[in-house]
């Protein structure tokens, strides 16, 4: 079976630990869990679109790790051409 977030999941950068899951639920157009999250820099580094963008995003679920992808906009139908159609 598929990974299920609910919320207060672990989230990880680079291994290591900078927020959690607030938010999540299964996106079924995506095919799979989708969550929001809270996060915050452990180094210091300003958190703006380059980090986002940069690094190896994780998700600590019970006790396995999954890789996730991150983004700052919507991963389905970012430029609402569904809705404007």
């Not at 990880?12 to 630990?17: A, K, S, Y």
């Not at 900078?18 to 210091?44: N, Q």
């Amino acid at each position: 079976p598929e990974a299920i977030m609910f919320h207060g999941e672990v989230v990880l950068r680079n291994g290591e630990v900078v927020g959690d899951i607030r938010a999540a639920s299964y996106g079924h157009t995506l095919g799979g869990a989708v969550g929001l999250s809270m996060v915050e820099s452990t180094s210091g580094e300003k958190i703006n679109k380059k980090y986002i963008e940069s690094g190896q995003w994780q998700v600590q679920i019970a006790d396995r790790v999954y890789p996730a992808s991150v983004s700052l906009k919507p991963m389905y139908d970012p430029t609402n051409e569904t809705i404007k159609a």
